[in-house]
Structure formats: C-alpha cells, structure tokens
C-alpha cells in the first residue's frame, strides 16, 4: 500500500514543485511569467506589485508606466497582435488550469480509491494533499469580475485581493507556474488517466467559446487534455517571440520581459507518440 500511495503522491505533488517530476517526464513546457497579468475584455495589463508596468487598451494604445506611447503603423500592429494573443490565451489558461487540474485529480483520486479504499489512512492524506494543490491552483489562475488574471513564476505579492478585483497580484509564495501546470497536464497518459467525456465536452466548449469570442483559435475540439496543455504551451512561445519583437521596436518595452522561455535539456528524453 505505501508504494501505491508513494505513487501516486509524486503524481499529484508534481503539479505544486519542481522538486517532484511528473509521471512522464520526458515532457516539460518551460514557461515562466515574470510578472502577474490580467485581461478583460477592453484592457490588458502587466503587473509587478502594486505597479502597473504596462497595460494595452481595445489592444491598441500602449501605455508604459502611466505613459501614452505614440505609435508607427507598424508598431501599432504588433501591438495589437501582441495583445490579441494574450487576450486569447490568458482566460483558455485559466479555464485549463483550474478545471483541467479538477479534472486530472478527481481521476487520480478514484484510480487511488480503487487500489487501497477509501478507509485506509493515505487516501485521506491524499485527499489533503489533493485540497492543497487546488487551492493553490485556484489562487494562481483567477476569474472574477470579468476578468482573468495568471500569476508571476515567483514573488512576494500580497495573498489578498483589493475590493475583489486585480488590483493587487496573487502571492506567489506557491510552486505553481503557468509552466508547471501545463508540465503536469501535457504529461498526462491519456490511456491511464481517462477524464470523463462529458467533463471534456464541457471543457472544450468553454474554450471553444473563448476562442470565438477573441477570434484566436484553440487547440482542435477533440484533443486531449494533455494536447491541449502542448498546445497552450506552444502558444506562450509564440507570443514570446513577439513580446522579443516588441522589445526591439518600442524602447521603452525593452526591459518589460513577461514571458521567459526557458532551455530544457532532455538528455533522457522518449519520442512522442
């Protein structure tokens, strides 16, 4: 029974620290954000505590530290592609990180059920542990008054809220990373981690709705849940390269790095199926 839990517990611990590789760690999505982000609907905006470093309005006037920027055409357009692309993947991210770990770990919990019942002792450490990464999870990757946030990789941000919204970025004291969430997830073995097909119909139709709404194209309906953390993880690089762009092209974003796509080696690495 304790290798059973041992197991088990390294799958589920891997989504909250480092220190605990993931099941199939041949797969890692080396993303960190070095500052907070939240998006609505009109507005884009950068965070480092209290500060707002830079926010994008109707994803085309550029502010920098208070400051309206005036624009070329072409920097204009960056901008907005820049920014459209946050829009599009900040509240997907969100939606994945909070129902997909829901999803992932209600599966490992009835497969752990399953083994050793619901009466032996692990199960209810489990079960602890279980509570713990979701609520951590859920302090990271918010939604609440319309609009969607994500946490920096690291800081020592305030745990509360200011009159309920964004006003101050979440504590991250946390192990979870928008990269760490989308390791855990884009690990998964779809053959021994099955998620329930109407869980995944009802996933995919609030990305699918997402999508629409931003005019920015989601991973394919019927990919899984491991596809689509690939997927969303692929697309932080994307937009990395465009956050580099912008950085070149308007000096005053020079030093405003969100997005940091880190190396990975895989000496031990499997070929993906």
Known sequence: MKFFFISFWL???????????????????????????????????????????????????LFVAGHWLKLTPAQAGLVQEYAEGLHALVPQVTLLATIGIDLATDTVQQMYESLVGSDHDSYERLNVAIDKIKHRVRKKFRYARANYYIGPSSSNLSDEFEDDDFGLPISTTLTTSAGAILTSLGSMDSDKLAIDKQAMDNINQQLARYALKTGVDGPPAQSTLAQKARWYCDYFARLDAMEAELQMTIPEMAQLNLIDIQSHSEENATTER
């Open 11 to 61: 799958l589920v611990i891997s989504v909250v620290s480092s220190a605990f590789q993931p099941a199939y760690a041949h797969y890692a999505c080396d993303v960190d954000l070095n500052y907070g982000v939240v998006v609505n609907d009109n507005q884009l905006r950068v965070l480092k505590r209290y500060q707002t470093l830079y926010q994008i309005n109707d994803q085309q006037q």
